[in-house]
């Protein structure tokens, strides 16, 4: 239905998407999620050209929308958007907003526009409200006319980006649960979406976006249940990140360990578990690692902290040749490391130039 | 860290505070080299000391071989997290600790 190929979209100073990639089928219920700022919200204006793309391709049923030559009004027509601000004319009153589209672009009589309004009004239960302005509606009920008002001009999709956000938490339930009666009649809608609950439960697929693209896309159970990837493993599981790249063997060692409690402060992670995580690092990474490292180099260094589970994880990703620090010739520093840890596991790898990784858990 | 020395005829007390580490060590390594000579008991008092790594134990090892030769050395005040340190290493059998 849709597929988007090497979508690229560049701002001044940032660029949220960097090389998107995927097909949207029919009939798909699709939550978008993940961290602010990674290109959610610009996906889906991408998708109706509401931001119009800096590179790549976009076709819906075929037709390529990012080309020039397309008819933009027609392919919105296919399209539905729901806002977070809902975005009513406040000028109009709850039907005039309704019938306003099909009017204008799919050339419906004002009779057919009023009684198909007034009919997707009675399956969001606002029948009654046709004739009030949007400033005598709640925040719910607002949206619930916007999202009436997507429908109105029978799209193939609605898009909805992040449509309970701005409501009282009272008037998300209304929402979601017209949002869930679209998914339920087989609409395909994309929704992007802080609400992990309600992301999990509507959806057939997950879009986890970072570092510029859908970093994941699964299941709910499989994004949920078990993520795959690093990133969506620590969105997930709401971990807490202190990350380092050392590549100079006189790196800030003071700096590092004063960054590191600061991070457990923050984290409110237990003062012993803070100092033993440090002398891991120093016994593992510093005795250990770094001495069987060449002079150029890349030693990255990370902590991961589960608030829910009181775990804190360390993990050290190092290039050069493969080195199972278990079986280090430092048996004082490793003693010093294994007291302090519950496990220290290891393995061969092959990512962004690393060949090694030790994951720790600290006791 | 630091590092507090009391001389008292030939018994050299050393109060170390903070944390010995892999930066702070050889501080220490250097700061008992030069207070050796003519020394024959070397008290090292840990009652302040809130971090130990293996490069401070290295500090210590050598301290003991040095001290081995010419008296003895001893560490007093030793609290249960670097206690720990002593015994998972198996410094407890090559240090004295009172």
Request: hydrophobic share 40%; proline share 3%.
């Amino acid at each position: 239905m849709i597929t988007i190929r090497h979508l690229k979209k560049e701002y001044a100073n940032a660029t949220p998407l960097k090389d998107v990639n995927v097909e949207i089928h029919k009939g798909d219920v699709i939550s978008v999620i993940g961290p602010s700022g990674t290109g959610k919200s610009t996906l889906i204006r991408c998708i109706n050209l509401l931001e119009t793309p800096t590179s790549g391709e976009i076709f819906v049923d075929g037709e390529c929308i990012t080309d020039k030559k397309c008819n933009i009004n027609k392919v919105r027509q296919k399209m539905g958007m729901v806002f977070q601000s809902f975005n009513l004319f406040n000028h109009m009153n709850v039907i005039e907003n309704i019938m306003a589209a099909p009017m204008d672009l799919l050339k419906k009589s004002k009779q057919e526009a009023y009684d198909y309004g007034i009919e997707l009004l009675r399956t969001v239960g606002l029948a009654d409200k046709a004739f009030n302005y949007p400033d005598q509606l709640s925040g719910g009920q607002k949206q619930r006319v916007a999202i009436v008002r997507a429908l109105a001009m029978e799209p193939e999709i609605i898009l909805l980006d992040e449509p309970t956000s701005a409501l009282d938490p009272t008037m998300v339930g209304e929402v979601q649960a017209v949002i869930r009666d679209l998914a339920r009649k087989g609409l395909t809608l994309m929704i992007v979406t802080h609400e992990m609950r309600f992301a999990r439960e509507i959806a057939n697929r997950v879009f986890y976006m970072d570092e510029g693209g859908v970093y994941e896309d699964g299941t709910p159970e499989e994004i949920f249940d078990n993520p795959k990837k690093e990133k969506t493993i620590r969105f997930i599981k709401h971990l807490k990140v202190f990350e380092h790249l050392i590549t100079s063997k006189d790196f800030d060692f003071i700096g590092f360990n004063t960054d590191l409690e600061e991070f457990g402060r923050r984290n409110q992670v237990a003062p012993k578990t803070i100092y033993r995580a440090q002398s891991v690092f120093e016994e593992l990474a510093v005795q250990c690692v770094l001495p069987k490292l060449d002079k150029d180099f890349k030693l990255n260094v990370a902590f991961e902290y589960s608030q829910e589970e009181e775990t804190l994880f360390m993990t050290l990703k190092y290039d050069g040749d493969t080195f199972d620090v278990r079986n280090t010739p430092n048996v004082i520093s490793f003693a010093i490391a294994e007291n302090a840890s519950e496990s220290i596991e290891y393995a061969e790898i092959d990512e962004d130039g690393f060949k090694n990784l030790v994951t720790v858990k600290i006791k | 860290m630091t590092i507090e020395k009391t001389l008292n005829g030939t018994e050299l007390t050393v109060v170390v505070s903070g944390k010995l580490d892999t930066t702070t060590a050889p501080e220490l390594e250097d700061s008992l080299k030069e207070s050796f000579e003519g020394i024959t008991r070397l008290v090292l008092n840990f009652e302040n000391l809130s971090y130990l790594s293996s490069a401070g134990l290295r500090v210590l090892l050598t301290s003991q071989k040095v001290m081995n030769k010419q008296g003895e050395m001893v560490i007093q005040n030793v609290n249960e997290t670097i206690n720990e340190i002593f015994e998972v290493t198996g410094f407890v059998d090559v240090l004295t600790i009172e």
